[in-house]
């Protein structure tokens, strides 16, 4: 079963998966990896991702989380140093956020709602299904990256854009047949 500590150290782990990425391109190319069918580049992933987080942090401890409410600092999206940093500063957050209830209710704004005013704009939910939500987002998002780092010749780790779930399937799987 997982908690809310687990659920936070999995996300702190998919963050860190983010930085070792990170450390291992330079500067000149982390800008101009992209997909073939897309003009966005990882650093637009690594934002977005980035985005959530920030907005997670933003409203959790005020019981209102806003994902629409995002930076967008396209200085991320561009320089690999600004990534690394933001991604520093969103670990050290994360490990200060106090210790909330695993069923803590929390209200979510629905996305692309204009009437931010309504009730019916908000959501119920809780801590705990919001850090599940953030890792899987992150993973998934994880997953695209490792695509466009493949196909432009870079092997990212093979964990990299896994699910935890996955990897302890994984993990299982390989001790089993040994």
Request: hydrophobic fraction near 35%; aromatic fraction near 8%; charged fraction near 25%.
């Amino acid at each position: 079963m997982q908690t809310r500590s687990s659920l936070k150290q999995e996300n702190l782990a998919v963050l860190r998966q983010g930085l070792e990425v990170l450390s291992g391109l330079d500067d000149e190319t982390y800008p101009h990896i992209k997909h073939p069918f897309s003009k966005y580049g990882i650093g637009s992933h690594f934002r977005h991702c980035l985005d959530f987080y920030h907005s997670f942090l933003e409203g959790v401890e005020e019981g209102r989380i806003d994902y629409d409410s995002r930076q967008r600092d396209e200085s991320i999206e561009t320089g690999r140093g600004a990534a690394i940093c933001k991604i520093l500063a969103t670990i050290n957050r994360f490990e200060g956020l106090s210790e909330l209830d695993d069923q803590l209710p929390v209200l979510v704004r629905l996305e692309d709602c204009t009437d931010e005013g309504s009730s019916l704009a908000w959501s119920h939910s809780s801590v705990m299904r919001e850090l599940q939500a953030l890792l899987s987002h992150t993973v998934h998002h994880y997953a695209l990256i490792a695509l466009m780092l493949q196909l432009n010749g870079f092997e990212p780790a093979e964990e990299f854009g896994v699910a935890p779930s996955t990897l302890k399937r994984w993990r299982a799987t390989a001790s089993c047949a040994q």
